[in-house]
């Protein structure tokens, strides 16, 4: 139950070079991961190959199981459209699990949306 007022879930998409960033805020679980799920194909609907889809998650308070299986399956999504999904995490929320589940590479984990951004 959130009490400070704060929307459990919202999100904001915008085009940074041929890249497509996808912020994400609030809460990832069972009830808002298919929300996440929709902005994802969009973005990647949106984005153009090699270009990544980056899902900057700093702004995510929880991150469940089901937020996990959809980063998972939208990145194999990415990459057989040729492009990959760039996770942007720095918050303990985001981090723990992902790091628990040894996600860190799989996911392309960055700290920054500047590093997420940065040519490889």
């Not at 929300?35 to 994802?40: N, P």
């Amino acid at each position: 139950m959130l009490t400070d007022g704060q929307a459990p879930f919202r999100t904001a998409c915008e085009t940074v070079g041929a890249a497509v960033l996808l912020h994400v805020a609030g809460e990832i679980d069972f009830t808002t991961a298919p929300d996440l799920a929709e902005r994802l194909g969009e973005a990647l609907r949106s984005v153009t190959p090699p270009a990544p889809v980056v899902a900057d998650l700093s702004g995510v308070r929880f991150l469940g199981a089901k937020g996990i299986g959809v980063l998972l399956e939208h990145q194999d999504l990415c990459l057989r459209q040729g492009s990959a999904l760039v996770v942007v995490a720095n918050t303990a929320a985001v981090l723990r699990p992902l790091q628990a589940l040894e996600l860190m590479s799989v996911l392309g984990v960055r700290s920054s949306v500047m590093d997420a951004l940065a040519p490889a």
